[in-house]
């Protein structure tokens, strides 16, 4: 992109300003008042997951069954960004315990399928959509996991609302309309897509009422037969027999053997509170490199919005984002160097690298010595919290509809990288690099804020941001999620696909033209993008006052509530 399309581009820019929503109280960015609740809270991308969330809570129910309540009704109301074709991962606050729990309900490759097959067929990279990307689906293991261990309601008054919404039907939400009608234009032509969602040939519009009877039957089949239904019973066989059908791979053993893992979050310090993410094969320490690279600089004076905040941050992605490419991987089948990633001293060695004045046009991985996706999150009366988070991968995953079953099989193995010895390559039974993460915060040891921010590989991008808003720029819950985003694209990725000439920064309405202008003559390369930037939702705890704030964007059609 030349010099003179990149200004054309930043005076489109100059003419926005920031964000002023004239309130009369609050801050410059936020759309609206936090929540405030006593007794619990939740916060959704989708209203209706909210509210059933809420019931859930005021049946008596616990944060980790309105969870799995929310998660399961967003499978109903947002197939195009989760459900249970999908995979999971969860952070859990016990308040009983006292301590955080990690869950990685992510599935593997089909044992069957080797890279030789892809090598002998010519295939330079996994396809996006059709059987090739299709792992095992997690979802539904995840939600049993949880329930096993922490759960209070049965799975019968916990999946209700979504068997009610999927057979009675719902009001399609604006922006999920919107993609709806993106995902099936690109996939009508897959089996079972315009019998599922296009009913009278067209996806439902804004207001209009969709309904998924088959969804409703195979939620009936789980409540009945429990998780051992969807990965050894009659859904299991039903998945098996189409995707043979379809030339695929996934088959009835590679279901039966799945497992979810419990695992050990991992964490960072950052200007005296603990950030939490789950370990590799997820993309969660990313953000915990990036702040680390970030404490080394004092971001607070440089103002939120300013050139000189926005060149280190991007820098700073740059760096981690060529760590995840090389070192991120399912560590069952290569042991991935957490510890020595996460390190101060090798933060500060990376942050060296940084020209203040100057943009990377490529960064190389650090030497390591030997040795389209939802996100929810809800709090309870007891003190627990939940930071969920959940996908399809792709919106609507990879256009394999099972027949007769009502949601699509996910298409995360397109992660894998077919370069014989690269840490993400394909192999059989192994969990693909995953960018869904939820994220944590807790202070002197204590539950603090419960966030995620769901888009891809913007998701280490946004926790940053919102980490930095909140406590760089001491914004409240809900600005700190409206305030304009950067995101930064053209890293070198886990798929093979190097960084040589610096990437580029999108901008999100609100930055000013002088701001602009400085990150130009650094050598950025400057788009504006619609869309992209990812869509938050968090709870806050507040011990002094023994309430919680919720926040939910206004990017998505979500809804923060408590009680």
Known sequence: MNKKILLTIAASLAVVCVFSQDRITGRD???????????????????????????????????????????????????????????????????????????????????????????????????????????????????????????????????????????????????????????????????????????????????????????????????????????????????????KSQGGFLSYDDLARHTSEWVEPVSTTYRGYEIWELPPNGQGIATLQILNILEGFDIKSMGFGSAEYIHVFTEAKKLAYEDRAKYYTDPRFREVPVAQLLSKKYAAERRRLIDPSRAGRRYDAGRIEAGNTIYLTVADKYGNMVSLIQSNYRGMGSGMCPTGLGFVLQDRGEMFSLEEGHANVYAPGKRPFHTIIPGFITKNGKPYISFGVMGGDMQPQGHVQIIVNLIDFGMNLQEAGDAPRIYHTGSSEPTGQIMTDGGVLNLEDGFRWEVIQKLLSKGHKIQWNLGGYGGYQAIMWDEKNRVYYGASESRKDGQAAGY
């Open 29 to 243: 960015f936020a759309t609206r008042s936090e929540v405030i609740a006593q007794n619990g809270m939740a916060a959704t991308s989708q209203p209706l997951a909210t509210q059933a969330a809420i019931e859930i809570l005021k049946k008596g129910g616990n944060a980790i069954d309105a969870a799995i309540a929310a998660n399961a009704v967003l499978g109903v109301v947002e197939p195009t960004g989760c459900g249970i074709g999908g995979d999971l991962f969860a952070i859990i606050w016990s308040a009983e315990k006292g301590k955080l729990y990690g869950l990685n309900a992510s599935g593997r490759s089909p044992r069957s399928l080797k890279l030789e097959y892809f090598k002998k067929n010519g295939y330079e990279q996994i396809p996006s959509y059709g059987p090739l990307p299709v792992s095992v689906p997690g979802c539904v293991d995840g939600w049993f996991e949880m329930h096993d261990l922490f759960g209070k309601l049965t799975m019968r008054e916990i999946l209700q609302p979504a068997i009610s919404y999927a057979r009675d039907g719902f009001p399609v939400t604006e922006v999920i309309a919107y993609y709806l009608e993106r995902n099936t234009a690109s996939l009508r032509n897959y089996p079972n897509i315009k019998e599922t969602y296009m009913p009278g040939g067209k996806s439902p519009a804004k207001g209009e009422i969709f309904r998924n009877p088959d969804l409703a039957n195979t939620l009936e089949k789980i409540v009945r037969g429990g998780r051992n239904e969807f990965y050894r019973g009659s859904i299991a066989k039903a998945i098996d027999a189409f995707m």
